[in-house]
């Protein structure tokens, strides 16, 4: 049975992305330096059809062929879709279930790799882990993750540590509102420019 499982890269100060990011603005003032590690390799690895292949290090592009390999769907929020400029029709993970309150009407139609869910992040997940059957379900959001958290939802988290201080931004852990989640240590791995973090969250 496939998991839900988060992915994301992080500042060491816990930021995902920096001040006033937006469409026009995608990583935030400052945090295009999360990235480095995307594009300072010599290994290819394809995200997704469509877009150009990320160019990492042998020991990230192992780890990211596997994770790759094992997504059955993906769940975001809007916000981050509308960032993503909906990744130019070829999300990293489809079906991609995004939550919204509203339906952007131009993606409704046949062929679309998106389901837009209007009754929040429980019943984008539950819809999510039937479409993927065997395989994970991968969370990218960090609004997501808070609200999945806050639900139980979430099997692992796992974090790529940039070595980068933003000093502001987007926290990936804010607004958890709850007692401690306790957490195992499932991988610590040291690549060029990213340190590789799993967890398995503790139920």
Not at 71 to 76: H, P, S
Request: glycine share 14%.
């Amino acid at each position: 049975m496939g998991k839900v499982v988060f992915n994301m890269t992080m500042s060491l100060d816990g930021f995902v992305a920096g001040p006033n990011d937006g469409p026009e603005n995608g990583l935030g003032d400052g945090g295009d330096g999360l990235f480095t590690w995307y594009f300072s390799g010599d290994t290819e690895v394809l995200m997704s059809e469509g877009v150009p292949p990320l160019k990492v290090s042998k020991e990230s592009a192992e780890i990211l062929k596997e994770a790759i390999s094992n997504i059955g769907a993906g769940v975001w929020g809007r916000r981050t879709f509308d960032i993503a400029h909906a990744w130019g029709g070829n999300p990293p993970g489809s079906p991609a279930f995004i939550v919204t309150h509203h339906v952007p009407q131009e993606w409704v139609k046949e062929g679309s790799p998106f389901i837009f869910v209007t009754d929040g992040v429980e019943s984008a997940i539950r819809q999510a882990k039937k479409a993927a059957g065997d395989k994970d379900v991968v969370i990218c959001t960090a609004n997501i993750l808070q609200q999945a958290l806050k639900a139980g939802l979430v099997d692992e988290i796992h974090v790529d540590v940039a070595p980068i201080l933003i000093g502001g931004g987007v926290s990936l852990f804010d607004h958890l509102g709850t007692g401690p989640i306790n957490l195992e240590c499932i991988r610590t791995i040291q690549a060029p420019n990213v340190t590789h973090l799993g967890f398995r969250v503790v139920k």
